[in-house]
T-cell receptor
Framework: GAVVSQHPSRVICKSGTSVKIECRSL??????MFWYRQFPKKSLMLMAT?????????EQGVEKDKFLINHASLTLSTLTVTSAHPEDSSFYIC???????????FGPGTRLTVT | SQELEQSPQSLIVQEGKNLTINCTSS?????LYWYKQKYGEGLIFLMM?????EEKSHEKITAKLDEKKQQSSLHITASQPSHAGIYLC???????????FGDGTTLTVKP
């Protein structure tokens, strides 16, 4: 099946610094990628929709200046958490939809810890 | 917006037992997905249902979408420890390809 990778899988950063998370579709082109955040024992919360070549669409309550999304190519989207704070610590998951298939493929997630 | 409610929230079964997880939508389902997740990892796609009355199986896991397309059930036959994890149902909103997810059901299978 289709594969989506995320890098890094785990990251620890100090408060006030910025962290970039990459999401790549390895064997298919994805015009749309999604970024989710998951809290412990909770479901996925959609943060934003990343569209190749255009600005991301953010869900209500998600600060676009804090969570910068760039979808530079059909296989890569990045999420940058700017000026991270401990409350940004979470599990971030991306997903990608193939331009041809209806299914949504998820990355393995990135565990962010802000100290 | 569409909301998905899963039940039960958690389930502990003895190995070999059958179990069912339900997912109820507040609106008509146009595409219903079942995923499995191990804590701290990504989601593994299990199956997708689109048509009312549709039923799909993969190994010992069967999922159904009811005729009215507002509820789906996931049934595991003869559960094994490898089935343990978090099961999430997800549904497509009618536009933009965005998905909504239930809160998940945590399954523990005791050997």
């Amino acid at each position: 099946g289709a594969v989506v990778s995320q890098h890094p899988s785990r990251v620890i950063c100090k408060s006030g610094t910025s962290v970039k998370i990459e999401c790549r579709s390895l064997d298919f082109q994805a015009t749309t990628m999604f970024w989710y955040r998951q809290f412990p024992k909770k479901s996925l919360m959609l943060m934003a929709t990343s569209n190749e070549g255009s600005k991301a669409t953010y869900e209500q309550g998600v600060e676009k200046d804090k969570f910068l999304i760039n979808h530079a190519s059909l296989t890569l989207s990045t999420l940058t958490v700017t000026s991270a704070h401990p409350e940004d610590s979470s599990f971030y998951i991306c997903s990608a939809r193939s331009t041809r298939a209806y299914e949504q493929y998820f990355g393995p997630g990135t565990r962010l810890t802000v100290t | 917006s569409q909301e998905l409610e899963q039940s039960p929230q958690s389930l502990i079964v003895q190995e070999g037992k059958n179990l069912t997880i339900n997912c109820t939508s507040s609106k008509t389902l146009y595409g219903l997905y079942w995923y499995k997740q191990k804590y701290g990892e990504g989601l593994i796609f299990l199956m997708m249902l689109q048509k009312g009355g549709e039923e799909k199986s993969h190994e010992k896991i069967t999922a159904k979408l009811d005729e009215k397309k507002q509820q789906s059930s996931l049934h595991i036959t003869a559960s094994q420890p490898s089935h343990a994890g978090i099961y999430l149902c997800g549904a497509d909103n009618t536009n933009a390809g965005k998905s909504t997810f239930g809160d998940g059901t945590t399954l523990t299978v005791k050997p």
